[in-house]
């Protein structure tokens, strides 16, 4: 059934084999363009699936643009969410954004009224845009649930499915997969289910491309045979040749017409299809072009082999390219915006003083496990982003492979919850395992294990908890873990880091490998300020006293750093106790609120967010009166622990308390330094509340 008019029930075009593949390479085109003009994304993925999304949306489905929420539209989801440039160019493609207003934030920007609806889908990953790095369901039409956290859609679609069934409805569901998302054992408990409900208006599609982040899904953690196991589970199984219209339509007619059981189309397809420097390359997951507009590895490059060079002859390109940009400035001067303003620009090194070196902290974690990667009691394990969390530092400590320590290296796939109880296997017999993912997945998705199998039973497994904070950036929401500090500080026997830069990450993942707890290290992805060096004092559940003592050259040197224990007070005028990249943060604020109002700050790096620091708490609260709290998380995850020890403190003062933070909010796609502006969590913010308590 090709796309409908849902008041008329007549359709609104049908398409031939021929357009539809002009329509697949529009979409491939599309794509390309939105990463680039994004700078960050995944070819790989939307480049296979480009032809299936081509045919089912084009021709297959039944579905209004026009009324995206028509009742008797069929249903499409999308569990793989990364594979989102692709649905938003199919989307476009097919007139959802015809009529919807190129708007920052909801607030349609009257200068992009003429542009046309599918050129909209470049703001992909811009501060403000619907687009998101992973589908937003509540902010863009035709998307029918938030997704990226793989293994998630196909429950929601048996779910929508057997609603279908209950209401005596007749629309189809479908559902797109990848093959690495097989690895995720929430798949095959919603195939059970779907079975057992006997739901023949379900379909899934997997995007068969045999390639994930790691390397290839065979080499990875091999799902293969796909088709016996969905057999075995009661489906029936459909193959096609994903980069074929007609055998992609045939096999959807044929899932559509079986009964009494779900049916799988497993598509054979090719990661990055069309672009020769991206196809079949496990690098090209999730990257743009390396080359940009030009060069052999380019947007240029990517459009001439995908045949589009008639639809987007380079003036176009140029066009549509300035678009983006001209968007992405009135984002960032909205961003500049939301930063409260002082006598002059305190953004780090803006007027060229007190210079700064940043770095990833995830850095400081590759650094920390590949020096404890040397015991060879250390166990590492892998969940398909070992290289961006920098857990592959383990087994190349010098960047070249270590045959012995990968010997030691467990590669998961894409299956948290299994890969915690795997590393709890290893800590029963003594090992010391670590663990590590994004922070949603790494603390959010295997919590239930983390609690029972692990902490329960007193198991000493390590946890990379990374991409901490709105900072993360384009990926959105769905990547940003904002919730981790609250998580894991309700279990008991727990011991969570939270280091303020790479030098401190990497002292806390090595005393996180011989500590008898289970314990979590917490640390970001994008270049944050190095604020400490080798000899500055670390000590676990002791926070450290950080006093601002006038300008120097180099912003470290501008503080003298002391274990808490050991500082004198100094009659400060207020504290700020803050954790991870908080803490350069605070420091700036005790820097602007020196310089600018002559106050003494008092900075409390709360490394060890459990157990707290109850002592340097209660003394900052006592020796100051007013306490601000920083934490790049959901408000209140360090900052109400912070209270709790302060009202049990039984302190003989009143005590003036905020807190900065996320303020109840999901993050959302945009460039790191823009969201920490936006979400509220910088300097300037800091100081502007310590202000407004010390007036009020």
Known sequence: MPMMDSATLEPRKTHSIEELEDAAREIRAWVMLSLQAAGSGHTGGTMSIADISAALYLQHINHDPANPKWEGRDRVFWSAGHKAPAIYATLGVAGYFDEMPVAYHGEPLEQFADVPGRQKVVLLRKLGSPFEGHPNSRKLPGIEVCSGSLGQGLGVAAGSALNAKIDDEDYQVYCIMGDGEQQEGSVWEAAMFASHYDLDNLVAIIDDNALQIDGPTAEVCNVQSIEEKYIAFGWEVIHCDGHDIQDILDALEKADAVEGKPALIIADTIKGKCVDFAEDVVGYHGVPPKDGRTGDESLDRALECIEATDMFPPERVDEVLEFADEYGRIAAERADAEVPKFERNWWWTEEGEMSVEMEPTRMGFGNGIAE?????????????????????????????????????????????????????????????????????????????????????????????????????????????????????????????????????????????????????????????????????????????????????????????????????????????????????????????????????????????????????????????????????????????????????????????????????????????????????????????????????
């Open 372 to 696: 404890v990667g040397a015991d060879e009691n250390v166990i590492a394990h892998g969940a398909d982003i070992t290289g961006s969390i920098r857990m592959a530092a383990f087994y190349e400590p010098e960047g070249e492979e270590d045959p012995e320590r990968k010997k030691r290296f467990v590669s998961c796939g894409i299956a948290e919850a299994n890969m915690t109880e795997v590393a709890a296997g290893f800590a029963i017999e003594g090992k010391i395992p670590f663990i590590g993912s994004y922070g949603v997945f790494a603390t959010g998705r295997n919590w239930d294990q983390l609690r029972t199998t692990v902490a329960y039973s007193g198991l000493p497994v390590k946890v990379a908890d990374a991409h901490g904070g709105v900072s993360v950036g384009p990926d959105g929401a769905t990547h940003q873990a904002l919730e981790e500090i609250s998580i894991i500080s309700c279990i008991p026997g727990f011991t969570m880091f939270v280091p303020c830069d790479s030098v401190e990450t990497a002292k806390a993942t090595r005393v996180t490998a011989y500590n008898d707890a289970p314990t979590v290290v917490r640390f970001a992805r994008e270049a944050t300020p190095v604020v400490t060096t080798e000899d500055t004092p670390f000590e676990p559940g002791v926070a450290n006293v950080i006093r601002y003592r006038g300008m120097a050259e180099r912003f470290v040197d501008a503080f003298e750093t002391v274990l808490a224990p050991d500082y004198a007070s100094e009659d400060e005028d207020l504290a700020i106790i803050a954790c991870g990249p908080m803490v350069p943060e605070a420091m700036r604020a005790a820097v602007i609120l020196k310089e600018e109002m002559g106050l003494e700050t008092r900075v409390v790096n709360l490394h060890t967010v459990k157990p707290l620091d109850r002592e340097a708490i209660a003394a900052a609260a006592s020796d100051t009166g007013v306490v601000v709290t920083a934490e790049e998380h959901q408000v209140g995850g360090m900052g109400n622990q912070v209270a709790g020890v302060i009202g049990e403190a039984n302190l003989p003062i009143p005590i003036k308390l905020s807190m900065v933070g996320v303020q109840d909010r999901f993050g959302e796609s945009g460039q790191p330094w823009e969201l920490v502006k936006v979400f509220g969590v910088t300097g300037e913010h800091i100081a502007d509340r310590a202000k407004g308590l010390l007036e009020g």
